[in-house]
């Protein structure tokens, strides 16, 4: 494991004369090639690259050494250069969206809550201890829950016991109280504003949501996945997770957690959660993982008694939930009205679409001997040309768990390679050996991006801190902030499966998870998510906003389907593969015909979850 300083890029020698510093380190260099040969691909046309160029030169031979030195002596006090606290009264970049961007919607640990308060600058970060309740959002009310008694944890009969409770609460809303959480979306600043005055009359209650383990909204109407419109509920469960209502989504929280409930907590088993603030430190990660096994657990292990309860029996002397209430100062009101219009634009603009593919999975491209994830990355490439007609900037996570506090990396997947191919793919000249040779560059240069990345030797956490050090030391860098101001038009993010030790993912193929998605990073770009649902089939999660005239989010899942479909058949083992277009509406019909008509099993409930 490579040493965290080494990712610095510097040496350290020791001479007769003391402690030698070399900071004509590789990765500055990598740096300036990068920055290069990314702006290139994006700037030739415009005739702006040369000005882009100079910058890049200009920082290398001035700034670059200043800001280099001194993330190198911050690396040797912090367990982390990247991810350390900000030097300085360095607030963070102020919000302007409530909606999450390249954040993932599912379940996070209820693990102590971080709450920045940006009411005065610089920022204090507020470490809260382990809480012992959950924060509940019911019709317009909110909840304290307890999740402890004097023996431990509550079993899950006992929680549903207390959410039965609030159901079938019949207090009101009090005035104001159902819409005040809209008040978290508004820009950073103001909201800080608006909390103290919350503060100064409801104390308490701010400090019950704030001080919670994490935050669950029971939705008053039923929603999910119907039989009659699978397609369309589908994208409608997908958008309600993502953005919600404007209201009933608190968005400063970590984590929230709700199920769709009408009258009875028995009339729907299964609860969906998404953990927006994927800025936390390994927030995606954690979100993934704990997702996954609560579906996992919730199925083979705890199970349900025969007339739809958790099993166990109710506890009645476990304390009723306690009813929050705001007194709201009159001042406030206008504000929570003006942050919900502003709340429910923004969601009403986002446009989702959730779809699963299954004409072939990752067994079918590992047969090929390829990298499932470069496999998907360049299909990608690939459909979001023919979506624009032109490349663009793009975003993929990778994790760098091997480092102490290590959290991401990107990797710029739209390489000269990943073009090469793209463009081989247009051309009704090439034959199918030589596109084939070109994806197989393509796919071998992501995959060496990625390697590097996950290793530390990426750039873009690099340039963060160089950016970060620029502003605490007050030098304006034109490259800096070039680099900083670039827009994402595709970000893409893959989801790793967690579940293949908790039950026979091969035999239940209901039962693995069908991931998340996150918002687009640009006005008129799109998220992209993926998950590998067991072997032979991938759900796909898109994202884009409605106001833009580029972009169609099922427009770009056609798209994908095709160009997975296509490139699948440049192989012999994929070769009966035929490019059928689906409607806006229509589900994707499964395997059919050809070499790949290995289906999916048919999933079968679990009858002996023990035996698993």
């Known amino acids: 494991m490579a040493e965290a300083h080494q990712a610095v890029g510097f040496r350290l020698s020791l001479t007769s004369d003391g402690a030698e510093v070399d900071l004509s380190a590789p990765v500055l260099q990598e740096i300036y090639l990068s920055g290069l040969r990314s702006w290139k691909r994006r700037l030739s046309r415009f005739r702006d690259f040369s000005r882009a160029a100079r910058r890049a030169q200009d920082f290398l031979g001035l700034q670059a050494r200043v800001l280099q030195g001194y993330l190198q002596l911050k690396s040797w006090w912090a367990s982390n250069y990247v991810s350390a606290p900000r030097p300085g009264p360095q607030p963070p970049p102020a919000r302007d969206s409530p909606l999450p961007t390249l954040q993932p919607n599912m379940l996070s640990l209820p693990a102590p809550s971080l709450w920045v308060d940006g009411s005065t600058p610089p920022n204090h970060i507020h470490h809260l201890c382990d809480s012992r309740h959950v924060a509940v959002f019911h019709r317009g009310r909110f909840f304290r829950v307890g999740t402890h008694t004097p023996s431990g944890l509550l079993s899950p009969r006992d929680l549903e016991q207390q959410f039965q409770r609030i159901l079938d609460d019949p207090s009101p809303a009090c005035p104001h109280e159902e819409h005040l959480a809209a008040l978290t979306t508004a820009p950073r600043d103001t909201w800080a504003q608006l909390r103290r005055l919350v503060k100064t009359r409801a104390a308490e209650a701010l400090e019950a949501v704030e001080g919670a383990a994490f935050f669950v909204s029971l939705d008053s109407e039923p929603t999910g996945l119907t039989k009659d419109d699978p397609a369309a509920s589908l994208d409608a469960y997908a958008h309600a997770l993502l953005a919600g209502q404007g209201h009933d989504r608190s968005s400063e929280d970590d984590l929230r957690l709700w199920g769709s409930h009408d009258h009875s907590l028995r009339q729907k088993k299964r609860a969906l959660a998404r953990c927006p603030r994927g800025q936390r430190e390994g927030g995606t990660l954690i979100a993934s993982i704990c997702a996954q096994f609560t579906l996992a657990t919730e199925c083979f292990q705890l199970g349900y008694s025969a007339d739809g309860h958790c099993k166990g029996h109710p506890d009645p002397t476990l304390p009723q939930p306690q009813r929050l209430y705001w007194d709201l100062p009159d001042e406030i009101h206008p504000s929570i009205s003006l942050a919900l219009r502003g709340a429910q634009a923004l969601s009403g603009n986002m446009d989702c679409h959730a779809f699963p593919f299954s004409r072939f999975g990752k067994s079918f491209i590992k047969r090929c001997h390829l990298s499932p994830d470069s496999f998907i990355q360049m299909a990608l490439q690939l459909a979001h040309f023919r979506d624009r007609g032109q490349f663009c900037l793009t975003y993929e996570s990778a994790m760098t768990r091997l480092f102490l506090e290590g959290r991401t990396e990107t990797v710029r997947s739209c390489t ?113 998510s993926y998950i590998f649902m067991g072997a032979d089939a991938i759900a796909f999660h898109i994202s884009s906003k409605k106001s833009s005239t580029k972009t169609d989010s099922h427009r770009l899942g056609q798209h994908i389907e095709n160009a997975l479909l296509e490139v699948g058949s440049l192989f012999q083992a994929g070769q009966g593969l035929g490019c059928r277009h689906r409607g806006p509406g229509e589900k994707d019909s499964g395997p059919e015909g050809g070499a790949l008509s290995s289906q999916t099993q048919s999933s079968r409930a679990p009858t002996k979850p023990t035996d698993l």
């Not at 991006?449 to 956490?461: E, I, N, P, Y």
């Open 416 to 528: 000269r390679e990943a073009c090469d191919f793209v463009r081989a793919m247009e051309d009704s000249g090439k034959t199918g050996p030589q596109r084939l040779a070109l994806f197989r560059l393509a796919v071998d240069k992501h995959q060496a991006l990625m390697k590097a990345a996950m290793s530390g030797q990426g750039v873009d956490r690099h340039l963060f801190a160089l950016y970060i050090v620029s502003r605490f030391l007050h030098l304006q860098s034109p490259f800096l902030a070039q680099v900083h101001s670039e827009q994402w038009q595709l970000a893409t993010s893959q989801i790793p499966v967690q579940q293949r030790h908790l039950f026979d993912t091969h035999n239940y193929p209901d039962y693995v998870s069908s991931g998340g998605g996150f918002g687009p990073a640009d006005d008129h770009g799109y998220g992209v």
